[in-house]
């Protein structure tokens, strides 16, 4: 049947008023500039922090793969790169670098004078490699990355997301003589799964850069606009933290690699900030970022081209909250419709705070497993309040310093949802693209989470009764059985903030930096 979508399109619907068509999904890890350029106080590339992004979207490849197909997932991420660095860094015991800089960046990675503890370090590289190539071990059979080095990048999720292609290959890899690039279809999509992991910021909308200092002269002009950290109007007095509004910062998550096209930032404030191609390529710039807006672009277009396709967004990256904060303003439902989207957008971390890594991303995908598996049936609103609950079980104690916490800019982890009227209420098949939802007469399923001994995010069910019955299911069966495991544990990470003119490291327990 079809519907009119009030703009001259007509929707193809199936069963049930859904839209028809197949489901995608989009995994981007990305890192910072300074990963593969280097900066001033370490001038050779260092993507070892990439690691952990790298291990996680292997378990997320790894979640997802079942429910699309190698075929509708596209995978943005510098994986054949770090794969690289990793396996020269293991051979080395510490990064490559100029012949100069050697006896520094020996130093710097820990090896000590004598070289006593050489021998260590290159084992943990070669712990590390191994440990990324066993997680992306589907993800390396199925051709690794579908972009990556430089094509890690702003505009290259744009184009994805929107059905741009390349005409010509960006790199090549070794016996590599022709590639195919894959990019989500511009109609006749059900729904696009969206998943980042990177590093998060903001900084101050700028109105101008000072003739004196050459930096960014912020928006203080805040009138009754209210902050989002504190919820007060930041009138006289001094604060933990900056007022926090779309008139007052701007959030981004970062990449490796500049984007190629300087008009991709025409729509951000960038005065006072480095949006000079000719400075370092480890250097901060906005052309490094991709923004809310870059985003919300994104999102408008796919409505205006394919309507009523449902998009379902995790940002799992610290200050992400500030993507969502556009869905609070009136303007944007008024004269874009974005609460009748069908969109679905989820934060590891209010727009100010830090994430706990990949806990809720590792939750929230086994949840949709289990429910796929009991027929799919189950809303995107359901899965998310059970995940919610979960999510803060494995994190007690976290919850208990926010509730102690003496302002509202000491809080982390908290996580934020925003989402049209039609996308709660959509079921989870809309999240595969298998013809019939398996069922089984019995899925065993753990009581609670506290009968669980997970050792690993890898492990299966190993607690008596319920274990034995799980070995009794037969091939493809057994496989199944996944989908009652409990993620491990992510440790929070220390995030990495920029200020110009180079990368400090901050304290976590500190609000989250910006240029």
């Not at 690289?84 to 710097?108: F, H, N």
Request: charged letters at 20%.
């Amino acid at each position: 049947s079809t519907q009119s979508t009030g703009t001259g399109q007509s929707l193809q619907m199936g069963e049930a008023g859904r839209k028809t068509g197949d489901a995608w999904a989009v995994l981007v890890a990305s890192g910072t500039p300074s990963d593969v350029h280097g900066y001033a106080k370490r001038p050779w590339p260092n993507p070892g922090q990439q690691a952990s992004f790298l291990i996680t979207l292997g378990q997320v490849y790894d979640r997802l793969l079942p429910e699309y197909g190698a075929d509708r997932i596209i995978v943005i991420a510098g994986l054949c790169y770090l794969r690289e660095w990793l396996a020269v860094s293991a051979e080395r015991g510490y990064p490559e670098c100029d012949t100069e800089l050697e006896a520094e960046c020996r130093k710097q990675s820990g090896i000590r004078e004598d070289g006593s503890n050489l021998v260590e370090k290159k084992k943990f590289w070669r712990d590390t490699l191994e440990q990324v190539e066993t997680s992306c071990a589907a993800l390396i059979e199925n051709g690794g990355a579908d972009y990556d080095w430089d094509e890690v990048n702003p505009s290259t999720v744009m184009n994805v997301l929107t059905g741009v292609t390349p005409k010509v290959p960006q790199f090549s890899l070794p016996g590599d003589n022709v590639r195919t690039y894959k990019a989500v279809p511009t109609r006749g999509v059900r729904s696009t799964f969206l998943w980042f992991t990177t590093h998060g910021g903001h900084h101050a909308v700028s109105l101008g850069e000072d003739a004196e200092t050459k930096k960014p002269i912020p928006n203080q002009s805040v009138g009754e606009t209210v902050c989002g950290v504190c919820k007060q109007t930041h009138g006289e007095g001094e604060y933990d933290h900056p007022h926090s509004s779309l008139r007052t910062r701007e959030w981004f998550m970062l990449f490796p690699h500049r984007t190629p096209d300087d008009s991709l930032h025409r729509c951000i404030a960038t005065a006072g900030l480095n949006m000079d191609r000719a400075s370092g390529k480890g250097e901060p710039s906005p052309l490094s970022a991709l923004y809310w807006q870059h985003m919300f672009q994104v999102y408008s277009q796919v409505q205006q081209n394919d309507p009523g396709r449902a998009m379902i967004t995790l940002y799992q990256f610290c200050t992400s909250g500030g993507h969502l904060k556009f869905m609070d303003l009136p303007a944007y439902s008024q004269h874009n419709g974005v609460q009748e989207w069908p969109i679905f957008l989820m934060a590891t971390s209010k727009e100010q705070q830090y994430s706990l890594a990949a806990t809720f991303t590792i939750l929230f995908l086994d949840a949709i497993k289990l429910a796929l598996h009991e027929g799919g049936e189950r809303t995107l609103g359901q899965v998310y309040d059970t995940v919610l609950e979960a999510y803060w079980e494995d994190h007690q104690v976290e919850a208990e310093m926010n509730q102690n916490a003496t302002s509202p800019a000491m809080c982390f982890g908290e996580i934020e949802l925003r989402s049209g009227a039609p996308a709660r209420d959509l079921p989870v098949k809309v999240l595969t693209n298998r013809e019939a939802l398996l069922a089984y007469d019995r899925i065993f399923f753990p009581r609670s989470r506290h009968d669980i001994d997970c050792h690993d995010s890898g492990d299966l069910l190993s607690n008596g009764n319920e274990a034995e019955s799980a070995g009794s299911l037969g091939g493809e069966e057994f496989q199944h059985w996944e989908a009652a495991r409990v993620a491990r544990k992510f440790m929070p990470f220390t995030e990495l903030y920029f200020e110009r003119p180079n990368f400090v490291q901050r304290n976590p327990v500190n609000t989250p930096g910006s240029y």
